[in-house]
């Protein structure tokens, strides 16, 4: 997924030239935190100098600072009303629950201990109440001195018998929290109003448009107001053509409104009349991108990746309200599905700020790594701060993010040889081979993990061809990724373990792609594609996510996606058995993926990812056992709840 966000400009406060991490555990405090300033939340705001007025962005300043101190006192509130005390056990009942560490020392334990922020311990029910005690009958926790008949260490500290015992009901399980490798988190957000998803015609989208319209009166009542969103898919329509912007011309209400509306993958735009006429003269060709025309030349009002820049310079940006609105959103959204952990695949500079000035304010529920993007073909690794363990290891920055291609189901993907169902087209290269190369050498050099966007079986060549000659003499082991990781030819498929590269996979791309990927690729090329189990067994490490809003943000349909290789009917263009069954997952893989593979893909398998005493103590429980129930089942499971840091943000127990 490509997403765009104009303005590279930083928020106030921040250094975009800093290259010096910010050291964990130290997070700024937010009486340190420099202020939200003029033109920084709204670059199109006019200003005079001396004039003596209270402007627009010092508004925006002063009401994202009361909804951040809002948020945070909202958070405080639910947790206290239903809060887990400082030192407590969590265990299973009966015979029908359990408790997945994906430890592989110890894969499924009775009890997890939990102190403050981090697990000390786990065993039996038997063990756990012999060395800590309960303290229905013993009494609450203390601290003192060590004692070692009746304490477990904790650095300086100790903590005497006497726990408070939290038991899972019959056929609850429990985990790690959950990880999303591969999602864009204020973009969720933003789409949540108007959500074009699974419309199934032209017709379907305009009404989908109207009624959110009539529901917004400052909309209704102002045409000139951009109407953004995403979903759309053209092979859901009649016919699988592309709509044009004529299309949004047929309803009265849409009529002079400048809308743009991305396709469900991010890699095109559909716009209306008035956003095109806005867009001014336009080229007639794009490098690394493409304009729809019809048989007279005319532009159709479809765009296609690097094309959607034109409107991205145009459109509005997003102001820090909204963002905040976006995140809380998302947040809200995670902590039910049981997500504790979000990689953010594009990260654009004044989302970096902005992430960090919630972090700033303690307002970060779930831990974020953030992959830094920049669209720009010239060098950028000096614009970008980095953050190692930021408040509290809740924020990172380390990675950066490229864009190569396209996406398949808008025949953008780079393709070595012609799309079977588009004779002379192999889609795009967003960038060119040696500002690939260039890139990549550059930001190795400079210390970044490279994370970078590959479809097509040309584009992940072309970059396993920058990675195999950036690494010959590199000794810093960045675990460097590629995000999709989608259509290999089966000779790269054995380079990415050779050379010790991150397969980062989303298997909801797998369903909602497999009524159409083999028209597209073929009977032979589609053998290496979305090819999980061929990539594990040439060694390469892989590492799931969902890569929302494209897809669903609940972390289970990835989990059903990627053992079942069925849609949510359980049906496959290959029948009940699955789409190419042999590349499914087994359960174990799909959970690692998404706990301890992602935290390792994030340089954070010493904190999270597994229920391992020491480690942070991130949990999800359910209310299935998803390791055991039928595979339909795992659609209808529930998240009971989500604890981070030991701390329960959703649910109860």
């Not at 305009?206 to 917004?216: A, L, M, T």
């Not at 009349?273 to 304009?291: C, H, M, S, T």
């Not at 990689?343 to 779930?366: E, M, Q, T, V």
Request: some cysteine.
């Amino acid at each position: 997924m490509s997403l765009r966000r104009r303005g590279n400009a930083t928020m106030p406060g921040s250094n975009p030239s800093s290259k010096t991490p910010v050291d964990a555990g130290t997070p700024a405090a937010a009486d340190k935190t420099t202020p939200l300033t003029k033109a920084k939340i709204d670059k199109r705001e006019s200003y005079s100098p001396g004039k003596r007025y209270i402007s627009r962005s010092r508004i925006q300043t002063v009401l994202c600072g009361l909804a951040i101190a809002l948020v945070v006192a909202l958070s405080q509130r639910s947790r206290s009303s239903n809060s887990l005390p400082e030192s407590w056990a969590l265990c299973t009942k009966g015979h029908n629950s359990a408790i997945y560490t994906v430890d592989p020392t110890n894969p499924t334990v009775e009890c997890v201990v939990v102190h403050q922020k981090s697990i000390v311990d786990w065993g039996t029910k038997e063990y756990v109440k012999k060395t800590w005690g309960d303290r229905d009958t013993i009494g609450p926790p203390l601290l003192g001195k060590r004692d070692a008949q009746k304490t477990f260490s904790l650095g300086e500290e100790v903590v005497k018998k006497g726990l408070k015992f939290k038991y899972l009901k019959e056929g609850e399980a429990a985990f790690p929290g959950f990880a999303d490798a591969h999602a864009h988190i204020l973009d969720y957000g933003a789409t949540r109003e108007l959500n074009l998803d699974g419309s199934s015609s032209v017709e379907e989208v305009r009404e989908r448009i109207r009624h959110y319209i009539q529901s917004k009166p400052e909309i209704l009542n102002d045409t000139t107001v951009w109407i953004q969103t995403s979903g759309w898919d053209q092979n859901r329509f009649p016919g699988g053509n592309y709509p044009s912007a004529a299309d949004l011309e047929a309803d009265e209400l849409l009529r002079g409104r400048p809308i743009v509306l991305a396709r469900v993958d991010y890699h095109a735009y559909w716009i209306s009349p008035r956003a095109l006429e806005l867009l001014g003269d336009l080229p007639d060709q794009v490098d690394g991108g493409l304009i729809v025309r019809d048989a007279d030349g005319k532009p159709t009002g479809i765009f296609v990746d690097k094309a959607m820049d034109m409107i991205e310079k145009a459109k509005p940006e997003r102001t820090t309200l909204e963002m905040l609105s976006h995140f809380n959103t998302t947040m809200h959204d995670a902590l039910r599905h049981g997500l504790t952990s979000i990689h953010d695949a594009a990260a654009y500079l004044p989302s970096i700020d902005f992430f960090k000035l919630i972090a700033d304010r303690g307002a970060l529920p779930i831990r974020l790594n953030l992959m830094a993007h920049v669209d720009s073909d010239d060098y950028w690794g000096g614009q970008l701060e980095r953050l190692e363990g930021y408040a509290d290891h809740r924020l990172n920055v380390r990675s950066v993010k490229l864009f190569t291609d396209g996406a398949l189901g808008s025949w953008g993907a780079a393709l070595l040889e012609d799309y079977s169902d588009q004779p002379n087209n192999k889609g795009l290269m967003r960038m060119s081979d040696e500002t690939i190369q260039e890139h990549v050498r550059r930001f190795i050099e400079d210390g970044w993990q490279v994370n970078v966007h590959c479809i097509g079986d040309r584009a992940n060549k072309v970059v396993l061809d920058a990675f195999e000659k950036a690494l010959a003499n590199d000794t810093q082991k960045l675990r460097h990724r590629l995000e999709h990781a989608q259509i290999l030819t089966q000779d790269d498929i054995k380079r990415v373990g050779r050379l010790g590269i991150i397969a980062s996979v989303q298997p909801t791309h797998c369903t909602s792609d497999m009524s159409y990927a083999e028209t597209r690729l073929g009977p032979e090329r589609i053998k290496g594609a979305y090819a999980w189990q061929s990539l594990i067994r040439n060694g390469a490490y892989l590492v799931t996510g969902s890569d929302f809003p494209v897809e669903g943000i609940n972390p289970l349909l990835g989990f059903y996606a990627a053992v079942t290789r069925l849609d949510l009917n359980g049906e496959s263009p290959h029948g009940p058995g699955g789409w190419f069954p042999d590349e499914r997952l087994t359960r174990e893989q799909a959970l690692h993926g998404m706990t301890l593979g992602a935290a390792y893909a994030g340089y954070q398998e010493d904190i999270i990812g597994s229920l391992t005493p020491g480690k942070r103590a991130d949990l999800v429980v359910l209310d299935k056992d998803i390791m055991q129930v039928p595979p339909a089942e795992i659609l209808n499971t529930k998240v009971k709840a989500t604890i981070v840091d030991g701390k329960l943000f959703y649910g109860k127990l």
